[in-house]
């Protein structure tokens, strides 16, 4: 295949937000006819949904535009269009930079693209669109899935907390929950269509509801009564042929005791549960506007462990934010030992523009917090290869989701509690449910076998 106007590429950064978004992107995209190519060089529309979240991940995305000027230069037809968070940041900035981008399009203005594309297309100079507010989303069934058997849905968009390091309230804007109807309608639509795992998604979703208090119009007012994240779950767990759901990300400030019945009563919600708990110092937690102690985290964790049988819960950690001491970093590396999560996603603090945290004293120098860093994650690794070895010689339930990318003839399976199993398999049982027999270990996966017998 060659270069062709009619092909279009799409990267993705960043959180599985930013995937449905492209998801939606696609879709709108190939109504207007174009057509998904996986190879840059013979795209003529390219479009890379951006992620802000951290310095590190900005910075690998200016090397990637930066790339796109030679295709530019072979191709000068190519539309170029950057979207999701950098885009909404750093706005005109982005084309004061780099003169070849076409568009820059919001995370609000997913739904004006084509037309952003038409307009392109006649005009002499780039376009610079970020002004839109997250639509109200009508419909959850117009976007491209990369499985036909698992979906994800937004639940809710936006973020309230303002926790003083993140630049996701900013660039996502406030939170905002998608009515209940539209949700469930969605999925049914979507298991009527072979879908039977969805992943509810939202930078908050054990508050969903709660923006409906002031956001909803009068003759809406029964949805005041839907503002639970534990009903909302309640009721796609009785949709029928939906086997699976699992949700991210939580909130340990909103995680009530309905949310942990829910999951411990649905045999379909999964018991994987993903709680960031950012840090295990109540002064550094303070200072993060977390609204939770260490205590309370800790409290939440057990409960949790103890209702929801085999229940798995991961994390996320930011090591050096302004003002962590030694004595700080040490709780949280006790907490870490203490509470053995199955896996902790850790970062070392990067300050946003615009945050409060930005402005925050911040005395401690790096070399020094990345010595922390490579601590914590030392413990974490050797936790979780511990946490997974508790598996070995065990018999699970795993649906098989795709080859694996790493060895042809090997698959891949997911296990309830969100852990990979790779096994070898014949490809057509991707889509199925199978018994695999767990026979190694290892930090963030596991080997195995199919199981004869449960
Ligand atoms: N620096 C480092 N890590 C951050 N995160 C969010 N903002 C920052 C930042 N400025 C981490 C948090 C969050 C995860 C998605 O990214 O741990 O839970
Ligand atoms: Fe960012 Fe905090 Fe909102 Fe998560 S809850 S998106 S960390 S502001």
Redesign the pocket.
Known sequence: MAFKKENFYIETFG?QMNEFDSERISAILEKQGYLKTENRENAGLIILNTCS??LKAENKLFGHIGNLKVLKEQNPGLVICIGGCTAQSLKEKLIDTFPYIDIVFGTGNIENLSDLIKTRATSSKSICKTSGNPEEIKELIDFKRKFPFKAFIPVMTGCDNYCS???VPYVRGHEKSIKPATIIDSIKKLAADGVFEVTLLGQNVNSYGQSFGHNVEAEDAALKNANSFAKLLNEIAAIQGIKRIRFM?SHPKDFTEDIINAVRDNSNVMGHIHL?F?SGSDKILEMMNRKYTSKEYEDLFYKMKERIPDCSVTT???VGFPGEQEEDFNKTLELVRKLKFSRA?T??????KGTKAEAFYDPVPIVEKKKWFKQLLDTQNAISLAENEKMTGKVFEALVESESTKKSGRLEGRLENNTIVNFDGPKGLTGSFINLEITQAHPFYLSGKIAEHK
């Open positions: 959180c979240v951290r390091y993140c630049i990300t960031p950012q996320d950690i930011i996603f970062f070392l603090y990067s300050s946003r």
